[in-house]
């Protein structure tokens, strides 16, 4: 699986903003589907995920502002952002975790970043 993420951008704070990941090469093989970010000196965190069935799950620090979706059709893993703060700023990876005959094994994409001005 090949994941390529876009729409980062410069945003301000309580403003909106969405980015996303297109899938490619073998995505019948894919169940969950998740948003991870990297703040400069901090560890790469969880922020959303959602399964093939679609159940989601999110981070503390985002839920009720951010909603991750899935386009199945369209390959496409969305995260849109609401009410952003400046602490949102980080680069977002996409990950997709899928089925192998060998297990689990996890793609990700090369990130996007995003900035929140004050």
């Known amino acids: 699986v090949q994941l390529q993420a876009s729409g980062g951008g410069l945003v301000q704070a309580g403003g909106s903003l969405r980015v996303s990941c297109d899938a490619t090469?073998?995505?019948?093989?894919?169940?969950?589907m998740s948003w991870y970010r990297q703040a400069p000196g901090k560890q790469r965190e969880l922020v959303a995920g959602?399964?093939?069935?679609?159940?989601?799950n999110y981070a503390d620090s985002v839920r009720g502002r951010f909603t991750i979706s899935r386009d199945s059709a369209a390959n496409t893993l969305n995260l849109h952002m609401n009410s952003v703060r400046p602490e949102d700023t980080a680069v977002y990876y996409c990950?997709?975790?899928?089925?192998?005959?060998?297990?689990?094994?996890?793609?990700w994409g090369q990130g996007t970043l995003v900035t929140v001005s004050s």
């Open positions: 959602i399964t093939s069935r679609g159940n989601t």
């Open positions: 090469g073998r995505i019948f093989s894919i169940d969950t």
């Open positions: 990950s997709a975790t899928s089925v192998t005959p060998d297990g689990l094994a996890t793609s």
